[in-house]
């Protein structure tokens, strides 16, 4: 008798306990793809054009079509070409796989082919109470300035910060507070055209990346789209909020809907890291440029080819689009900017704008272009390239610029982690003040290969307010040149191995080593009375 309340009790808690804990693709389905499947549908150039790497990749799908209906495991060929239950029988040329892991995929497709716990959709939208400005943590060093936007309309500029977003009044530089972003460092800072949304992207360098985007209005986050297996590098949202372009390490362009996250169109036409991509005022094409020098313009709608404009020598490092829709503006590497007519396809204009390479540019409604460049320079030009400001010298090299609302001042950041608005019609600069820890704690020593410095038996200490000894800073200049030279290696290294996640956050330890010894470098040089 005392067996039938415990067999019900048992049955009603089955579901809850399936529903508590339900197969996703981030916990059970990947690492079956991963196993079986990634050797042909991974890396640059997957087989068929499928990549099943990634979430966002399954949902794709391919040259076949999709791979995954959710709810219906017998129409998704994911699961019945594994199974095979059709052909082609997947993997080729090999048995089935164990019916565990084929139970995972069908249960996990049928159950609505969820990513991760929690949530019910390609990209769920977060909680509404998730995101609102926040104080800004104090930074141990100034970094690398590698993200910058102006709103369109309202008196806000976003800096990148470490695993935040920094807001400031531009005109006076006062802080407004910071936005969290834990998905890692932060690579992309970019308003809408309306400024009701301001897009956050970055990640973590050969692990994951996300695209981010915050209501202005209240900055708490509107939505969340991703899930990629590499950093972001390149982001924007078509002017009617509707779809979001991205690009990184992984050489395609991705579109996907907002804010369900739902996948689009994947191009796979760059053939290295795609650095910049932009949707066109009116939303009917999208730019993307690579590493490579490649600038190609597609159809949004339909994802057809629409352009492929040739001229850039070295990367193409951003882009802008006129207001009307009919030309696009690119910098490059090369130290060019060029201007290209959308109806031909052809270069209307080209110009010198920065020797040493040409990092940024910004596109405003009124024609103006700004620029920003690695010869520590911010320049303005109008559409043909007439020179209308030449604004500097930042602390280091230029690293991005935007102009504000009224195209009155230029914001940019540069390398040594520095923030000012420029006034284009001359007068001084606003500097922006970081919030970095005055007593900074210290950082691990990275293991690199740097000369051997003479050393002495017994060195006397320098007395307080004697000049730095000339060996000394020589010894300090060459161990900098030689840890930038390693970063340097190290970057051609992770750019051959974009998988490998270890490469790329040694290359981020080099930059970071390379910074604080700048530094150091920097502060003998002063105490020695500039020798």
């Known amino acids: 008798m005392p067996t039938r309340p415990v067999l019900l009790a048992a049955l009603i808690a089955s579901p809850a306990a399936a529903a508590a804990d339900p197969v996703t693709f981030e916990k059970d389905v990947r690492p079956v793809l991963a196993k079986h499947c990634a050797t042909c549908h ?24 999709k791979a995954v209906v959710p709810g219906k495991p017998q129409d998704s060929p994911l699961y019945t070409t594994a199974a095979h239950l059709d052909d082609p029988k997947m993997p080729p040329n090999k048995p089935k796989i164990p019916q565990r892991e084929l139970d995972l995929i069908r249960d996990w497709v049928a159950g609505g ?5 929690g949530g019910a959709a390609a990209v769920a939208a977060p909680a509404a109470a998730l995101g609102g400005l926040v104080k800004a943590e104090l930074m141990p060093r100034a970094t690398p300035v590698t993200a910058l936007a102006v709103s369109p309309t309202a008196p806000v500029a976003a800096v990148a910060g470490r ?37 956050a992207g970055g990640g973590v360098g050969g692990q994951s990346g996300k695209v981010v985007g915050f209501d202005t209005a209240s900055w708490k986050r509107a939505f969340e789209i991703g899930g990629e297996s590499d950093a972001v590098l390149a982001a924007d949202l078509s002017a009617d909020g509707t779809r979001l372009v991205l690009g990184g390490p992984g050489k395609v362009v991705k579109v996907f809907s907002v804010p369900d996250g739902k996948p689009l169109h994947a191009f796979r036409k760059p053939t290295d890291w795609v650095l910049s991509v932009g949707f066109s005022p009116e939303g009917l094409l999208v730019a993307a440029g690579d590493r490579f020098g490649g600038l190609y313009v597609w159809e949004a709608k339909s994802g057809k080819e629409f352009h492929t404009l040739r001229g850039h020598t070295k990367g193409v490092t951003a882009v802008g689009w006129r207001a009307d829709s009919d030309a696009l503006a690119s910098c490059s590497e090369d130290g060019t900017v060029r201007v290209w007519d959308m109806h031909r396809g052809t270069e209307t204009a ?24 690695r010869d520590g320079r911010v320049r303005a030009w109008d559409a043909a390239g007439k020179p ?24 940019a950041g540069d390398w040594a982690g520095g923030v000012k608005a420029w006034p284009l019609g001359g007068g001084a600069a606003v500097t922006f003040a970081l919030p970095l820890d005055p007593k900074p704690t210290p950082t691990a020593a990275v293991p690199v290969a740097v000369p051997a410095a003479p050393t002495a038996a017994a060195r006397p200490a320098t007395p307080k307010g004697v000049e730095a000894a000339p060996a000394d800073l020589a010894r300090k200049r060459a161990a900098l040149k030689a840890v930038e030279a390693a970063a340097e290696r190290m970057k051609d290294e992770a750019a051959r191995s974009p998988k490998n996640p270890a490469l790329a956050k040694a290359y981020l330890q080099l930059c970071e080593a390379a910074l604080a010894m700048k530094a150091e470098v920097l502060e003998a040089e002063a105490a020695a009375g500039g020798r």
């Open 350 to 373: 080209r110009w010198d704008a920065h020797p040493d390479g040409a990092l940024d540019l910004h596109y405003h409604p009124n024609g103006l272009i700004a620029t920003a460049g």
């Open 113 to 117: 082919a969820v990513e991760k716990a």
């Open 163 to 199: 695993k935040q977003v920094l807001l400031f009044e531009p005109a006076t530089a006062k802080s407004l507070g910071a936005l969290a972003f834990p998905e890692g460092e932060v690579h992309v800072l970019r308003f809408s055209r309306d400024g009701k949304v301001l897009l």
């Open 42 to 65: 991974g890396g640059d150039r997957p087989r068929g054009e499928l990549d099943l790497t990634g979430f966002g990749g399954v949902m794709l799908g391919g040259l076949s079509g």
């Open 388 to 411: 209308a400001a030449d604004l500097g010298p930042t602390s280091d090299a230029a690293l991005k610029v935007a102009l504000t609302a009224d195209a009155k001042a230029a914001v």
